[in-house]
Antibody
Framework: QITLKESGPTLVKPTQTLTLTCTFS??????????VGWIRQPPGKALEWLAL???????RYSPSLKSRLTITKDTSKNQVVLTMTNMDPVDTATYYC?????????????WGQGTLVTVSS | EIVLTQSPGTLSLSPGERATLSCRAS???????LAWYQQKPGQAPRLLIY???SRATGIPDRFSGSGSGTDFTLTISRLEPEDFAVYYC?????????FGQGTKVEIK
């Protein structure tokens, strides 16, 4: 059974750095083809793809946010960490992590429940 | 970056009716790497369709996907009460991956 869960602060101040952790079970990020991505959704708005990391440490970022994002993995802990610098109120959103198997569906088969991050002073 | 445009924005239908949702890409989607997700209020998205036309595990056969290149369609043959939700398309064939803005299927 594959599960993912996001954790991190619920409230951050403008200009601060956000660090979110995705802790997963039921798969290994050292398995060929496996990746974990981050997607966010502002309240009442659409999904926005942020970043993705693959088993071989290949990393992809949204061009519009690339300068502010860093994605890393800790295979031994079954975790993926996303950091976003210089947070702004427009970054208020529910942040999801999701798993994909490049050699399976290739899309995001499994999602975490999401964590709401509010940016406010 | 591939821009996905979904239409209509809102679809008002009754249970039992057929729903047809469109997703148009600004350029060709590589290898039909197009997915559809369903999202209900307060929940994470759920994968329905991948590869433009393959149903994900456990998805009822009333959901079907079609299309290629720049034009894709999600069809729900007969709407069940639990199908009223927001639907998103996503292309994952080229980086950056992108989502459409969503289509809300509401009860008429």
């Amino acid at each position: 059974q594959i599960t993912l869960k996001e954790s991190g602060p619920t409230l951050v101040k403008p200009t601060q750095t956000l660090t979110l952790t995705c802790t997963f079970s039921g798969f290994s990020l050292s398995t060929s083809g496996v990746g974990v991505g981050w997607i966010r959704q502002p309240p009442g708005k659409a999904l926005e793809w942020l970043a993705l990391i693959y088993w071989d440490d290949d990393k992809r970022y949204s061009p519009s946010l690339k300068s502010r994002l860093t994605i890393t993995k800790d295979t031994s802990k079954n975790q993926v960490v996303l950091t976003m610098t210089n947070m702004d109120p427009v970054d208020t959103a529910t942040y999801y992590c999701a798993q994909r198997d490049y050699y399976g569906s290739g899309s995001f088969d499994y999602w975490g429940q999401g964590t709401l991050v509010t940016v406010s002073s | 970056e591939i821009v996905l445009t979904q239409s209509p924005g809102t679809l008002s239908l009754s249970p039992g009716e057929r729903a047809t949702l469109s997703c148009r890409a600004s350029q060709s989607v590589s290898s039909s790497y197009l997915a559809w997700y369903q999202q209900k209020p307060g929940q994470a998205p759920r994968l329905l369709i991948y590869g433009a036309s393959s149903r994900a595990t456990g998805i009822p056969d009333r959901f079907s996907g079609s299309g290629s290149g720049t034009d894709f369609t999600l069809t729900i043959s007969r709407l069940e009460p639990e199908d009223f939700a927001v639907y998103y398309c996503q292309q994952y064939g080229s980086s950056p991956e992108t989502f459409g803005q969503g289509t809300k299927v509401e009860i008429k």
